[in-house]
T-cell receptor
Framework: GAGVSQTPSNKVTEKGKYVELRCDPISGHTALYWYRQSLGQGPEFLIYFQGTGAADDSGLPNDRFFAVRPEGSVSTLKIQRTERGDSAVYLC????????????????FGPGTRLTVL | GNSVTQMEGPVTLSEEAFLTINCTYTATGYPSLFWYVQYPGEGLQLLLKATKADDKGSNKGFEATYRKETTSFHLEKGSVQVSDSAVYFCALSDRSGGYQKVTFGTGTKLQVIP
């Protein structure tokens, strides 16, 4: 299938380490979103890319979190000096550009990366 | 800011029972409203949506009506099946900034027993 893929599916790391989480969006989707889903909660918005640029990074919790999308396709979410509170499922979603007159462009979600910080 | 409040779970029903999961929202402007479903071991999937007041979204026997006057978008199904067991998320998005920033509720776990 040609859905959104995320790697790794699971990541266990130690407190203070650096991690990278990868997202491969659906081919041709220009918009890409990262969300974080803590246990028992709904996903929370982190950052939105339109093409290569981060159009809205207001959801990133602090400067330990950073994301890139250098060629406008694959995106990497980077977390420095991980803390136990960073443990969550990190979700990526992609969508097409909004068509003229359309009220909504569906976001297609990947299966997520479960990050555990020990 | 935007927020979504949905009934806490878990909700346990017998097969063929009637389902209602309540959802209310707070938003500026005129958001689009959604229900997403997360089946065990799978990613989030859009179940249904409504983009303006009085719209009814429907899919797989589920329905929800966008009620602007009560700021609600309750999910209903007349006869649930075991295969409907999943976590259901109510969500909204506004188009401020020209893109879809989705705000989710905390999710309601549904368990349907035979």
């Amino acid at each position: 299938g040609a859905g959104v893929s995320q790697t790794p599916s699971n990541k266990v790391t130690e407190k203070g380490k650096y991690v990278e989480l990868r997202c491969d969006p659906i081919s041709g989707h220009t918009a890409l979103y990262w969300y974080r889903q803590s246990l028992g909660q709904g996903p929370e918005f982190l950052i939105y890319f339109q093409g290569t640029g981060a159009a809205d990074d207001s959801g990133l919790p602090n400067d330990r979190f950073f994301a890139v999308r250098p060629e406008g396709s694959v995106s990497t979410l980077k977390i420095q000096r991980t803390e136990r509170g960073d443990s969550a499922v990190y979700l990526c979603a992609s969508s097409k550009n909004r068509e003229a007159g359309a009220s909504y462009n569906e976001q297609f979600f990947g299966p997520g990366t479960r990050l555990t910080v020990l | 800011g935007n927020s979504v409040t949905q009934m806490e779970g878990p909700v346990t029903l017998s097969e063929e029972a009637f389902l209602t999961i309540n959802c209310t929202y707070t938003a500026t402007g005129y958001p689009s409203l959604f229900w997403y479903v997360q089946y065990p071991g799978e990613g989030l999937q859009l179940l249904l949506k409504a983009t303006k007041a009085d719209d009814k979204g429907s899919n797989k026997g589920f329905e929800a009506t966008y009620r602007k006057e009560t700021t609600s978008f309750h999910l209903e199904k007349g006869s649930v099946q075991v295969s409907d067991s999943a976590v259901y998320f109510c969500a909204l998005s506004d188009r401020s900034g020209g893109y879809q920033k989705v705000t989710f509720g905390t999710g309601t776990k549904l368990q349907v027993i035979p």
